[in-house]
């Protein structure tokens, strides 16, 4: 596909012109290098001891979801505000949408907030401790701003600097987003388990994609996103480690069977989805 350069600013730095551009390559070339920052972090802060023993004994405190969880994710978000700031990208990550959603797209966030009420209905709140359930809602917070900044900003913004059309933009910035989840592999999770996990996570960086076209912001998938994980992590770990009723279970799988339904959307959307950003105005897209 051709490349389409934006507008080069009269003073910008040669970092900034590096970006310029944009491109596929630059795009997974961040999320690359996210990974990469993200194990070292992680193992940093394991190094220091303050962590949990066990994936299985993270949810016990404050501190063992604070060191085990949010401070590596809240180091890479940190590190992703600077990047977009110093590359000229924050107007292009944060500002309005340069390419109208169409109705059929509120299918996407309706799509997220319904598993996100499931599983606040299978918490068994009374099992957490009020500290442990503030600090995986801060989580949350973290993984959707790093996570959606990288994915539907940086690289979406990367993806349309280089002239993509919107379906392209839309699987490339998905599948940037999928390869995040890949690291799972370090953790010790099965490769198989990693690899479905990988195909789910294709499949709801579609709808978070959807979800920002049709509100028009980035913003709006960052809050949804920061719903999801925290209230998986607290009904599933409350469920594994806590034991939960037979309603709660239901409620929750339930839940996860919306993992499902987002593939299906992301198929549908593959095929009818077009359009392409302008440098100026805004262009409706099936």
Known sequence: MAEHPGPVEQHSSAWQRFWERGGWWR?????????????????????????????DTVLDSAGTVFFGLLLPILVMGVLLAVLVRTTGLWREVFGPQPVQGRRWMWIAPVLVLVPVVLHVAATSWSSYDVSVVLTVLLLGLCIGFAEEVLSRGVAVALLRRAGYGEKAVMVLSSLVFALLHSINVTSGME???????VVYAFGFGVTMYLSMRVTGSIVPAILLHAATDPTTILATG????????AGAEALDSAAGAFNVLYLVLAIVAVV?????ARERGTVSSV
């Open 238 to 245: 409350g469920i594994d480690t806590h034991g939960a009723n």
């Open 191 to 197: 490769i198989a388990t990693v690899g479905v996990t």
């Open 272 to 276: 009818v989805v077009s359009g392409r």
């Open 27 to 55: 795009a997974f070339g961040v999320a690359v290098v996210y990974v990469a920052v993200y194990t070292g972090v992680s193992r940093l802060v394991a190094l220091t001891g303050r962590g949990p023993d066990s994936i």
